[in-house]
């Protein structure tokens, strides 16, 4: 049958990005003990198309991701997916983005019951042909402020909230990626107090006395968080958000932030 998308294009026009977006697939994501968890991935998967091409077949990239998503994926992965869709599809570059959520177990700090906090976290590549992929991890964290100058002017109690981070990541060439378990632990440390799905009576009395010792203002965190992550080994770029969710404003707190690190 005649390739319709082979077809010459006289307009000029090379395309940067073409494919596919929410595609929705189960993906098995690695872990940190070394084997995967099952979720469900919302999927942007393209590459460039030469300006010589009408068209990119997109039957193709739903048989990449098909065949990957029984293969438990991180980083490695994610490279010899683009390598192969960029074959597949005579591409000079690809670009994949997935999206999903990925459970992580905490304990109760008192009671020690488990449960199961949900994340939203991302995969990024963008890789060029001959080149190192660009490798970003995103994960959102959700975690618990007070306000210090509620605190400070009130004869007794403080107004507290919850409030959501939301980090990504850039690791420099042939440095290993942190783990999302790793990343989560270290983002939540920076709180007023971290969010924990359940919790009993004495867990509850520790979370709220915890945050009342420990006032931060939506700026405090995102500073403590940029600190924590220019000591990540061989990070060569982050950016943050930091959004509380007020509980005595019809609005949000927020603040924002990204540097490359020397």
């Known amino acids: 049958m005649k390739d ?16 596919i977006n929410e595609a929705h697939l189960p993906f098995l994501i690695k872990t940190k003990k070394g084997d995967f968890q099952q979720v469900l991935a919302r999927i942007r998967f393209t590459v460039s198309l030469p300006m010589e091409y009408r068209g990119t077949h997109m039957s193709r990239f739903l ?5 990957w998503s029984q293969k438990p994926v991180a980083e490695d992965e ?8 960029m074959e597949r599809l005579e591409a000079k570059s ?6 999903f959520k990925y459970f992580i177990a905490k304990n109760a700090p008192v009671s020690g019951k488990t449960s199961f906090l949900d994340l939203d976290c991302s995969f990024a590549g963008e890789q060029q042909r001959g080149e190192p ?8 964290v959700p975690f618990t402020s007070l306000c210090p100058c509620s605190k400070e002017i009130s004869r007794y109690g403080a107004h507290n909230q919850r409030g959501l981070m939301r980090v990504k990541v850039r ?4 440095r290993e990626c942190i783990y999302i378990e790793d990343l989560a632990q270290r983002m939540e440390q920076q709180a007023s107090c971290p969010i924990f799905p359940l919790l009993k009576r004495e867990d509850e009395k520790y979370v709220t006395e915890t ?22 080994p061989g990070i060569e770029w982050f950016s943050i958000e930091c959004e509380n969710f007020e509980s005595i404003h019809n609005h ?3 603040a924002s932030h990204e540097e490359f690190v020397e």
């Open 4 to 19: 319709v998308q082979r077809s010459r294009d006289q307009r000029g026009i090379v395309i940067q990005r073409v494919g």
């Open 63 to 67: 048989e990449i991701l098909n065949q």
């Open 78 to 85: 994610m490279e010899s997916i683009l390598t192969e869709a």
């Open 94 to 99: 690809a670009s994949l983005q997935i999206d």
């Open 133 to 140: 992929m660009q490798f970003t991890l995103g994960v959102e």
């Open 171 to 174: 690791f420099a060439p042939g």
């Open 211 to 232: 945050a009342y010792e420990n006032p931060k203002f939506v700026e405090d965190i995102l500073r403590d968080l940029v600190l924590m992550l220019r000591d990540l």
């Open 252 to 254: 949000n707190a927020y």
